[in-house]
């Protein structure tokens, strides 16, 4: 039997501590080096071709829903997104009224309707199974994934197994100050203010957030591309639930349903590659506007 040479490297509490402090040390010297962007300012990035690659819209929440109503948004889903942190969950949901997707929906279509009407229509051809559903109105979904990110750091990167070219949309609730997003091929520095909603490819930009002081969370939903790239395959188990469902007996029409919705999908799917294939940007030449 081979033994193995390697040996834990364990570290105490102090030296983890220590190194933490060190990455974000490293960051923070790093983040100065980029040009900062007002904070203020709806800030919209384009490639070469003037296709967007960024968006920022510092009141995003706001703008979406009013200025009282936002504000009490923000306040409930930070204290809820506050409470879950912790060891024990909050014992009632505050404002869970809230249909989430009118932020998404009305900056999505600001930035990049052609996109988002991909994502509507990729949407619908997921398999259920495949949904993850958060919305009141699922008619009007567009993302199957979301994450939330509590005080998460990272380093420089790309998030390489998002959508091909497509947008990974953020909002942004806590309480802190810092946090700019930082883009390297850029070279500028974001504020990401709380209320914040930004928009990113980030499969092509790489990016990274600055330290921060204090409690940060961001909601982040996202496409992968491999359930945008493969069409769902209906199990028999479906099939046979959707037949005697709709009462359908006779085997040659079961056969010829199934090859209607299909050759519906193949098209709608064909459809979407289209409608996305002169979005796929590349990180080069890239200038920036601001409003």
């Given at each position: 039997m081979l033994k193995s040479n390697a040996s834990w490297n364990l570290l105490i509490y102090d030296e983890w501590i220590a190194r933490g402090r060190a990455f974000r040390d490293c960051l923070w010297?790093?983040?100065?080096?980029?040009e900062p962007i007002p904070s203020?300012?709806?800030?919209?990035a384009q490639d070469k071709h003037g296709r967007n690659i960024l968006a920022v819209f510092p009141n995003g929440l706001k703008v979406a829903y009013g200025?009282?109503?936002a504000e009490r948004y923000i306040t409930n889903t930070t204290h809820n997104l506050q409470e879950y942190a912790q060891s024990q969950p909050p014992t009632v949901i505050e404002d869970c009224r809230h249909i989430h997707h009118e932020w998404q929906l009305i900056s999505?279509?600001?930035?990049d309707?052609?996109?988002?009407?991909?994502?509507?229509?990729?949407?619908?051809?997921?398999?259920?199974?495949?949904?993850i559903y958060s919305t009141k109105n699922t008619g009007e979904e567009l993302f199957p994934l979301r994450a939330i990110l509590i005080n998460s750091l990272t380093e420089k990167h790309v998030d390489s197994g998002d959508w091909k070219g497509g947008w990974a949309w953020l909002?942004?609730?806590?309480?802190?100050?810092?946090?700019?997003l930082c883009l390297s091929q850029l070279g500028i520095r974001v504020p990401m203010s709380v209320?914040?909603?930004?928009?990113?490819?980030?499969?092509?930009?790489?990016?990274?957030v600055a330290p921060w002081e204090g409690y940060r969370y961001s909601v982040v939903h996202?496409?992968?591309?491999?359930?945008?790239?493969?069409?769902?395959?209906e199990t028999k188990r479906i099939w046979a639930r959707i037949d005697l469902k709709e009462g359908i007996l006779d085997p040659s029409e079961r056969a010829k349903r199934r090859r209607h919705i299909q050759n519906r999908r193949r098209t709608r799917a064909q459809e979407i590659r289209r409608m996305v294939a002169h979005n796929h940007a590349k990180p080069e030449d890239w200038h920036t506007t601001q409003e």
């Amino acid at each position: 039997m081979l033994k193995s040479n390697a040996s834990w490297n364990l570290l105490i509490y102090d030296e983890w501590i220590a190194r933490g402090r060190a990455f974000r040390d490293c960051l923070w010297a790093v983040s100065r080096l980029y040009e900062p962007i007002p904070s203020d300012t709806i800030f919209i990035a384009q490639d070469k071709h003037g296709r967007n690659i960024l968006a920022v819209f510092p009141n995003g929440l706001k703008v979406a829903y009013g200025h009282e109503e936002a504000e009490r948004y923000i306040t409930n889903t930070t204290h809820n997104l506050q409470e879950y942190a912790q060891s024990q969950p909050p014992t009632v949901i505050e404002d869970c009224r809230h249909i989430h997707h009118e932020w998404q929906l009305i900056s999505f279509q600001i930035v990049d309707k052609r996109i988002r009407d991909a994502y509507r229509m990729a949407f619908d051809l997921l398999s259920p199974g495949v949904m993850i559903y958060s919305t009141k109105n699922t008619g009007e979904e567009l993302f199957p994934l979301r994450a939330i990110l509590i005080n998460s750091l990272t380093e420089k990167h790309v998030d390489s197994g998002d959508w091909k070219g497509g947008w990974a949309w953020l909002g942004i609730f806590g309480k802190f100050t810092g946090d700019d997003l930082c883009l390297s091929q850029l070279g500028i520095r974001v504020p990401m203010s709380v209320g914040s909603v930004v928009g990113i490819r980030g499969g092509l930009l790489k990016h990274f957030v600055a330290p921060w002081e204090g409690y940060r969370y961001s909601v982040v939903h996202f496409f992968k591309e491999s359930l945008h790239q493969q069409p769902p395959k209906e199990t028999k188990r479906i099939w046979a639930r959707i037949d005697l469902k709709e009462g359908i007996l006779d085997p040659s029409e079961r056969a010829k349903r199934r090859r209607h919705i299909q050759n519906r999908r193949r098209t709608r799917a064909q459809e979407i590659r289209r409608m996305v294939a002169h979005n796929h940007a590349k990180p080069e030449d890239w200038h920036t506007t601001q409003e």
